[in-house]
């Protein structure tokens, strides 16, 4: 195995592309912007790999890209209120081509989960991306983020309920 340092870096960081991805298109909710983000997430992070020390590279990767949609999101001056649009072509919901009726419910289902996880305030939602969708432990969440321990569980806790919330309303307004 290569010690080259383009080769090594390519081992260790590029199985962690879907998950850079998907954090940015969570925390930004602009597809242009998100693969902007990745890009530039990795290659800063190659540029600084030397100090990588082999710790979670996950988390390592994941913390530059964090850092990099917040300053996104800064220069946009959305960070305190950031408007989300939902659009039905970024949504990778399942589909199950042998039933059109329970594909049409799972997508149905995808987009009201996807709409209310995206009205979740910022660092809600990104706690439960990192947590849920990314299967990151609490300590990992808590190096990408910087948050302590307790702040990462709170923000989860409160987070899952917030979002149960938006779902339960959601659920009651289209069964009246």
């Given at each position: 195995m290569s010690n080259h340092p383009t080769e090594r870096f390519n081992r260790?960081?590029?199985?962690?592309?879907?998950?850079?991805?998907?954090?940015a298109r969570w925390l930004t909710r602009n597809s242009d912007e998100t693969e902007d983000i990745v890009q530039e997430s990795?290659?800063?992070?190659?540029?600084?790999?030397?100090?990588?020390?082999g710790e979670n590279s996950r988390s390592w990767l994941l913390a530059i890209v964090r850092n990099n949609c917040y300053?996104?999101?800064?220069?946009?001056?959305?960070?305190?209120?950031?408007?989300?649009?939902?659009?039905?072509q970024?949504?990778?919901?399942?589909?199950?081509?042998?039933?059109?009726?329970?594909?049409?419910?799972?997508?149905?289902?995808?987009?009201?989960?996807d709409k209310a996880l995206a009205e979740l305030p910022v660092e809600f939602r990104e706690a439960i991306v990192l947590r849920e969708l990314e299967d990151c432990s609490y300590q990992e969440i808590s190096a990408i983020t910087g948050a302590p321990l307790?702040?990462?569980?709170?923000?989860?806790?409160?987070g899952r309920s917030m979002l149960r919330d938006k779902l339960a309303a959601e659920f009651c307004e289209k069964n009246q």
């Open positions: 260790i960081m590029l199985p962690h592309l879907d998950a850079a991805y998907n954090l990795f290659i800063k992070a190659f540029r600084h790999f030397n100090t990588f020390r300053d996104w999101l800064k220069a946009q001056k959305r960070h305190s209120e950031i408007r989300m649009a939902i659009h039905a970024e949504l990778d919901a399942p589909t199950l081509q042998h039933n059109p009726e329970i594909s049409f419910f799972n997508d149905v289902n995808r987009a009201i989960i307790g702040t990462v569980m709170s923000r989860l806790a409160r």
